[in-house]
């Protein structure tokens, strides 16, 4: 399963660049430290990338509180027309970059493509919002003066992002902040810099052809960001964190930001339910299904977590879940026959399994797949659950990878209180035939984003984001740039 021949990628590969994107591109970590990445398929070593120190780090933020007014002189059309370039580049290569991040990654090479367009949409849309930022003048309602409310830029942005998505995670922070005329530093996954670090090349690229000054993007990859997150956070020149990752970093970043008062957006974890009523079309909900729960192998933070379906149907729903799981198949993710590729790491690998075990020692029921296969390599195999005990783990916790539970409900309410029965907030899924149900549940699910007879919610145009401890903030839509705006009342006669 994990035999790769990596000399069709060879000079891919080597073309990486592997430093840190400072006040010039491609530069080495101050110490000329390095991390390796590695190919989570088969445990090769791909690259050794900069490992950035608390100096570079420090030299960034330097950097990107010197640029702050530069750049937010920038006039709105020409940011917009920097970021259709970089639309246009990033599109044009898409190739280039689906391969290092199924590389890098492991998710399958048309996943990843899908994640390239996904991720361009929003420099896409951004670019398009880069002139559209509102502002706001009216009377004072007693007559004495008028309001005029103007938006300007918030400043210095640190964009901390995850490995499952690692491209379109970044794009949405940066795209907004360069639109709203901020300078940003971004500090991508230790396990997938990769994809960012091409990425930076094509950020340098057009810059250059626009005499962006240093400062305006910077790039830190490093290992050591507890640490180095902590320090440029007590620093009052960084003014806002934008994080993207599991619920215990947000939480700690939102505990450090305080002393600096830094504006925060968390897009944290979740814990998606995925209701199924008994007048639901089973053949849409098995394509959906398969859609919210598969995608980047589970490992998505709105990824269908808990199957929730109506007693009535229950069991022909799991019959046909498991048949269409059972046919998905796992392999390294530029092999064309590949559904399902790996498991981020040895560790994330062994979280599932354990937490798969854990339900199966508790009484639950495997029907498809729930051991690892022990080759090389991080995979772990396409799972249906049955007949979970309500306490079990599984069923509280985010499990990021693709194993499916399925327990059951006998009236909607009951549903929707299960549902709703979990300290997350961000997706929860929805289905019925019923437009009077659907009208009930897109309102009674908890949660920040919900899809009704859709398995696939994403959108740029849309506001992402989670309520309750998946987080707060919004990335995409009209809503997206304001996370990267100050606010400013100006009375005047
Ligand atoms: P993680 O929280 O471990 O790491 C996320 C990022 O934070 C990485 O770049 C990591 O290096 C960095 N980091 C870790 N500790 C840090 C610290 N103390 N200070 C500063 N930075 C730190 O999460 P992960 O394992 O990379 O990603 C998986 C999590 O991300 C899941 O919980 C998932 O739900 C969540 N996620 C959420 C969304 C969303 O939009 N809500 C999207 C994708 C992933």
Redesign the pocket.
């Known amino acids: 399963m994990a035999d790769f021949d990596y000399s069709q990628v060879k000079d891919l590969i080597d073309s990486l660049p592997t430093g840190l994107w400072l006040d010039e591109a491609n530069v080495a970590a101050s110490d000329g430290a390095t991390f390796p990445v590695q190919d989570p398929a088969t445990e090769e070593v791909l690259a050794q990338v900069a490992d950035g120190t608390s100096a570079d780090w420090m030299r960034a933020l330097e950097l990107a509180d010197a640029a702050k007014g530069d750049w937010a002189a920038f006039a709105p059309r020409e940011r917009s027309v920097i970021l259709t370039e970089i639309f246009n580049e990033v599109t044009r290569r898409k190739e280039d970059f689906a391969r290092v991040m199924t590389l890098e990654m492991g998710k399958p090479y048309r996943e990843s493509l899908g994640e390239v367009a996904y991720g361009a949409e929003y420099i896409r849309w951004f670019a398009e919002e880069a002139v559209r930022i509102p502002g706001r003048y009216s009377q004072a309602p007693a007559g004495n003066g008028t309001i005029t409310v103007s938006h300007t830029p918030v400043g210095p942005v640190l964009a901390?992002?995850?490995?499952?998505?690692p491209l379109a995670?970044a794009t949405?922070k940066i795209a907004p902040a360069l639109a709203a005329g901020c300078p940003v530093i971004v500090?991508?996954?230790?396990?997938t810099p990769l994809t960012m670090l091409l990425f930076g090349q094509v950020i340098a690229e057009v810059f250059e052809r626009h005499d962006v000054p240093a400062g305006v993007f910077s790039m830190i990859t490093?290992?050591k960001?507890?640490?180095?997150?902590?320090e440029l956070m007590a620093d009052a020149r960084l003014r806002k964190v934008t994080?993207?990752?599991?619920?215990?970093?947000?939480k700690?970043?939102v505990r450090?930001s305080a002393d600096n008062l830094q504006r925060t957006s968390?897009?944290?974890?979740?814990n998606a339910p995925f209701l199924i009523n008994d007048d639901a079309d089973l053949d849409l909900v098995l394509d959906c299904a398969m859609a919210a729960k598969m995608r980047n192998g589970g490992?998505?933070?709105?990824?269908a977590n808990r199957f929730i379906v109506h007693e009535a149907i229950a069991e022909e729903f799991t019959q046909r879940l498991t048949e269409k799981m059972s046919a998905v198949t796992m392999g390294h993710g530029l092999d064309e026959s590949t559904t399902l590729g790996p498991i981020?790491t040895a560790k994330?690998r062994d979280t599932i399994s354990a937490l798969v075990d854990g339900a199966v020692a508790a009484g639950a029921t495997v029907t498809t797949g729930g051991t690892a296969p022990e080759d090389s390599g991080f995979f772990y195999p396409a799972t249906v659950l049955t007949n979970i005990p309500d306490d079990a783990e599984i069923l509280r916790t985010?499990i990021?990878g693709p194993v499916a539970t399925v327990t059951t409900f006998s009236t909607l309410e009951e549903g929707v209180d299960k549902a709703n029965d979990t300290e997350f907030g961000?997706a929860a899924y929805g289905f019925t035939e019923n437009v009077h149900t659907a009208d009930y549940l897109a309102h009674a699910l908890e949660a920040g984003m919900v899809g009704i007879n859709r398995g696939a919610i994403s959108d740029a145009a849309a506001p992402?984001?989670?309520i309750k401890e998946?987080?707060f903030g919004r990335?995409g839509g009209a809503e997206g740039i304001m996370e990267y705006i100050s606010m400013r009342y100006i009375a005047k006669p």
């Open positions: 901390i992002t995850p490995w499952n998505f995670m949405r500090k991508p996954a230790a396990e490093t290992t960001s507890a640490d180095l997150s902590s994080f993207t990752g599991s619920t215990g970093v947000g700690i970043l450090q968390m897009e944290l974890g979740g490992e998505a933070c709105i990824a981020i994330q985010e990021f961000l992402f984001g989670g998946s987080g990335e």
